[in-house]
């Protein structure tokens, strides 16, 4: 014992210091620096697997200030530790990107210091995945000289990335926005990707320039969503999103492509809107529904010829019709933009949509719906445009009666049968009756006269005088016309 204590001494060393110097210098050897480092692994399915490089801070076991998960750390540290490490990697040449996956932001105050790189300018590529911001995100005015990543990022506050620049590409692939994103006159100079992104609150994309490919594919917009004087320069897609709110697309610029295939939009009863309103298209057939329920969706002012237009659902209206029976009722596929005249709650949401507008859009969708033979769509719109003319009082009185006229006896052409009805069930029984009543002749030649008047030039018997005469060639032309305007009806409805 003397002999070992008398070693320990000449050391000048506790022995039990001895013992814990030497766990301290075993820890040492597994790692490269003198304090313990952040355990924080980062495997994402896109990257290759990240380990921090920074050590663990005082208010945490084993994880660095930046990936504590602590939303009540410290701001300040937590502040100078990113720039740091930021400023760090831009100066070394041999890293390429900055990663900061699964690095989680402070809840700090959003009036006073929220997590901000407002204005900053990130020269190299620059990984968000995962990275959780638990406060205000403010990325206005920033750069991102490179691709910018923010896959399975989570905003749990606003975030905002007005007048941004994405100079590479930018991925917000299932990005999660738990409330308002401002993304007002952002710019993605190459392609955009929001594949599966979740927006909870407000999203808004006013006056974005999207350069490249955009794809908005799945996403969920829970709340409206704004893409008024957006750009779309390249082809855009927001297949399979869901809008649960209201949606405007005003203004925008279609470059290429901007499709909506199987894309969810409010039903017909719901309280909301998705406005296309007028649009600019740069290609032919540049905006693409295909199986999408445009129940809810208003285009005034958008060239409908220029749309592609495959398998949509439109809502129908039911009219009362006075002929042939009371009570009467008819349906027909109508736009969304003509049953907003009729809403006045909606329609003093939208001044823009007048009767001449609407009466537009019918017949840009019924030369559209022809050259697709999409047959019966394109009559009903046909008999929309006409409607819209019966009601518009800027149009001569006599030619509106006539359109009337023309309605009930023949839906505006469309209808083969009712003229033929009109000729058969009632002109004929009652010009019979005409004749009979008047001791012209017997009622069942009568009834031969009356039905005959129109295939026959009937010679008008003999005797009679001059108004029965006039009642011979009144038949006669009432019974052409109606003729005509069947054979006309047939021709139109074979012809396509
Ligand atoms: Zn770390």
């Not at 990005?175 to 808004?204: C, D, I, L, N, P």
């Not at 006669?476 to 305007?485: E, P, T, Y």
């Amino acid at each position: 014992m003397e002999g070992w204590e008398a070693f320990a001494n000449s050391l000048a060393v506790n022995p039990a210091v001895l013992t814990q110097q030497n766990r301290g210098r075993r820890s040492l050897t597994r790692g490269s620096t003198v304090a313990p480092h952040c355990t924080y692994f980062f495997d994402d399915v896109y990257y290759h697997p990240l380990d921090c490089g920074l050590q663990i801070w005082e208010g945490s076991n084993s994880l660095c200030i930046l990936h504590d998960p602590d939303p009540n750390k410290d701001v300040d540290l937590f502040n100078e530790t990113l720039e740091k490490k930021i400023q760090q990697i831009e100066k070394n040449p041999s890293i390429e990107e900055i990663i900061l996956a699964g690095v989680v932001f402070p809840a700090t105050n959003p009036l006073k210091d929220e997590a901000s790189l407002r204005g900053m300018s990130f020269r190299k590529a620059v990984d968000f995945s995962s990275v959780k911001f638990r406060g205000f995100a403010n990325f206005e005015g920033t750069q991102f000289g490179d691709r910018a990543v923010f896959s399975f990022t989570k905003f749990d506050r606003g975030v905002a990335f007005d007048k941004a620049e994405f100079v590479g590409r930018a991925v917000f692939d299932h990005t999660e926005f738990s409330s308002q994103a401002y993304f007002r006159g952002v710019r993605f100079a190459r392609e955009a990707h929001f594949e599966s992104v979740k927006f909870r609150g407000f999203a808004a994309f006013p006056s974005a320039e999207f350069e490249g490919n955009t794809d908005f594919s799945n996403a969920d917009f829970g709340e409206d969503a704004q893409f008024v004087r957006s750009k779309f320069q390249s082809g855009g897609t927001f297949s399979g999103a869901q809008f649960r709110a209201g949606a405007n697309f005003s203004y925008a610029v279609v470059g290429k492509t901007l499709e909506y295939r199987g894309t969810s939009f409010p039903p017909l009863h719901s309280d909301t809107e998705i406005e296309f309103h007028f649009l600019t298209f740069q290609a032919p057939q540049a905006l693409r529904f295909e199986d999408v329920d445009l129940s809810r969706v208003s285009f005034i002012g958008t060239d409908l010829t220029q749309v592609h237009l495959v398998g949509c659902r439109w809502p129908s209206k039911t009219e009362r019709r006075f002929w042939p029976v009371p009570l009467w009722s008819q349906q027909r596929l109508v736009v969304y933009d003509e049953l907003i005249l009729e809403e006045r709650d909606v329609k003093g949401k939208m001044p823009k949509v007048t009767l001449p507008l609407v009466a537009d859009l019918y017949r840009q969708l019924r030369i559209n719906l022809e050259a697709s033979r999409q047959e019966i769509e394109a009559g009903d719109f046909y008999i929309g445009q006409m409607e819209m003319r019966r009601r518009d009082t800027s149009y001569p009185l006599i030619y509106r009666l006539l359109l009337a006229c023309y309605r009930a006896v023949a839906d505006y052409g469309e209808s083969y049968w009712k003229p033929f009805a009109w000729y058969a069930l009632i002109l004929t029984p009652l010009f019979a009756l005409a004749y009979w009543a008047l001791g012209t002749v017997a009622y069942a030649n009568g009834f031969f006269s009356a039905l005959t008047a129109g295939v026959l030039f009937r010679e008008v018997p003999e005797g009679v005088v001059a108004w029965e005469k006039m009642l011979v060639y009144f038949n006669m032309i009432a019974d052409i016309f109606l003729l005509g305007l069947t054979l006309v009806a047939l021709r139109r409805r074979f012809r396509r």
